[in-house]
């Protein structure tokens, strides 16, 4: 991967992550797309996963930590993963599916180490499905936040690369193309 095209990809996602900071609804931040874009964009698998992990933990250092954020830091591991399977297909279908895949991915996981760690609901598949239901209302503001993120991120990535062809990792250009 190009210096210039490194940069670029984590300029971006250093600036999404740190939309963290600014005051927004519940649940609508930017954390979940700037994984799924970093394993779709950065070329460098350990890139890939160290860039967001540093970016949520650095905003995590000016917001505060919280119990239990072993459970959703995995879920972006996860969230990472899914981008890896994007990077020869990022186009908006495929990136579409790939947000709510990641979206759906942290609501069960983030709300399984709830109910999990948790002493609110008990420790029963009844018990389980009300935290998922419970948590529903918030489900919406992830699913619109990831949309969101995403869409600049990836969009705002693909216009930069056709302004700037050097941007497009190598091979990717013919594909890109047909």
């Not at 890139?47 to 954020?69: R, T």
């Amino acid at each position: 991967m190009s210096n210039v095209r490194a940069t670029v990809v984590i300029s971006m996602i250093v600036g999404a992550a740190a939309s963290r900071l600014i005051p927004h609804p519940p649940n609508m931040a930017s954390i979940t797309a700037v994984a799924l874009f970093s394993g779709a964009c950065l070329t460098r698998k350990w890139l890939a996963f160290l860039v967001p992990l540093l970016a949520l933990f650095a905003s995590d250092l000016v917001l505060g930590f919280y119990s239990h954020m072993e459970v959703v830091y995995g879920s972006f591991v996860l969230v990472v993963c899914v981008g890896l399977l994007l990077r020869r297909r990022r186009t908006p279908l495929p990136v579409a599916g790939a947000v709510l895949a990641s979206s759906l991915l942290f609501f069960l996981i983030t709300n399984f180490g709830v109910w999990w760690f948790g002493t609110l609901y008990p420790k029963t598949p009844a018990g389980l499905l009300t935290c998922y239901i419970a948590a529903l209302p918030f489900f919406q503001n992830t699913l619109l936040g990831d949309a969101l993120y995403a869409t600049v991120l990836f969009g705002g990535f693909a216009l930069a690369e056709k302004q700037w062809p050097s941007l497009t990792e190598p091979g990717l250009a013919k594909q890109r193309l047909s």
